[in-house]
C-alpha cells in the first residue's frame, strides 16, 4: 500500500515540474487576450471598424491585423484602454463619419421590419405592419438599417456638437 501511495505521489510530483515547465516555455492562452480586449469594447456590434463585430474585431487587434484606434463608438477612452492592455501607442480613433442617427419617414415606413432586424443595438422600435421609429439615444450611427428597407424611408441626420454631447449623456453613442 505504501508503494502504491508513493508511486502516485511521484508521478504528481513529476507532472507537476513538467506543467510547470511547460507553463513557462509555451506561448500564453491568445484567447484569453482575446476576451479581455473583447470586454473592453462597447458590444455595439455597429461593423464601423470594418470587421462584423467586436469578438472579430479584437481578434484581429490581438493577432496585429487591425488598429486599436478603430472604434468610434468607444472612442479615444477605449483606444487608450486597448493600448494600455497591449502595450501599444495610444493612437486617436480614426472618425468614419461625422455622428449621426438614423430617422425614419414615417410616412413612407411599411413596418417590414427589416431595419429594426438589422439593428444591432435595439435603438428601432415598431411592431411587424406598422410604423417604426428611432430611439435616438440608443442609435449609434452605425447606418445598418439603412440598407435593407425596401422603401428608402430611412436617412441619417448628422448630430450637431450640442445633440452630440446630449445622446453620449444619454448612453448612446
Same mark, same amino acid.
Given at each position: 500500500?505504501?508503494?502504491?501511495?508513493?508511486?502516485?505521489?511521484?508521478?504528481?510530483?513529476?507532472?507537476?515540474?513538467?506543467?510547470?515547465?511547460? !507553463?513557462? +516555455? %509555451?506561448?500564453?492562452?491568445? *484567447?484569453?487576450? /482575446?476576451?479581455? =480586449?473583447? $470586454?473592453?469594447?462597447?458590444?455595439?456590434?455597429?461593423?464601423?471598424?470594418?470587421?462584423?463585430?467586436?469578438?472579430?474585431?479584437?481578434?484581429?487587434?490581438?493577432?496585429?491585423?487591425?488598429?486599436?484606434?478603430?472604434?468610434?463608438?468607444?472612442?479615444?477612452?477605449? !483606444?487608450? +484602454? %486597448?493600448?494600455?492592455?497591449? *502595450?501599444?501607442? /495610444?493612437?486617436? =480613433?480614426? $472618425?468614419?463619419?461625422?455622428?449621426?442617427?438614423?430617422?425614419?419617414?414615417?410616412?413612407?415606413?411599411?413596418?417590414?421590419?427589416?431595419?429594426?432586424?438589422?439593428?444591432?443595438?435595439?435603438?428601432?422600435?415598431?411592431?411587424?405592419?406598422?410604423?417604426?421609429?428611432?430611439?435616438?439615444?440608443?442609435?449609434?450611427?452605425?447606418?445598418?438599417? /439603412?440598407?435593407?428597407?425596401?422603401?428608402?424611408?430611412?436617412?441619417?441626420?448628422?448630430?450637431?456638437?450640442?445633440?452630440?454631447?446630449?445622446?453620449?449623456?444619454?448612453?448612446?453613442?
Amino acid at each position: 500500500m505504501l508503494i502504491a501511495v508513493l508511486t502516485v505521489a511521484i508521478i504528481a510530483l513529476i507532472a507537476g515540474i513538467a506543467l510547470s515547465f511547460a !507553463a513557462k +516555455r %509555451l506561448p500564453s492562452d491568445a *484567447g484569453f487576450l /482575446v476576451e479581455q =480586449v473583447n $470586454e473592453l469594447l462597447p458590444q455595439t456590434q455597429c461593423a464601423q471598424c470594418g470587421y462584423p463585430g467586436c469578438r472579430p474585431y479584437a481578434a484581429a487587434v490581438v493577432d496585429g491585423t487591425a488598429a486599436i484606434n478603430l472604434c468610434p463608438p468607444g472612442g479615444d477612452e477605449t !483606444a487608450r +484602454r %486597448l493600448a494600455g492592455l497591449l *502595450g501599444r501607442e /495610444v493612437l486617436p =480613433v480614426l $472618425e468614419q463619419s461625422s455622428p449621426a442617427v438614423a430617422v425614419i419617414d414615417e410616412a413612407l415606413c411599411i413596418g417590414c421590419v427589416h431595419c429594426r432586424n438589422a439593428c444591432p443595438v435595439d435603438a428601432i422600435i415598431g411592431a411587424h405592419h406598422l410604423m417604426h421609429t428611432v430611439i435616438e439615444s440608443e442609435c449609434t450611427g452605425c447606418e445598418l438599417c /439603412v440598407a435593407p428597407c425596401p422603401v428608402d424611408c430611412i436617412s441619417m441626420k448628422p448630430l450637431v456638437p450640442a445633440e452630440a454631447c446630449q445622446v453620449a449623456a444619454t448612453g448612446g453613442q
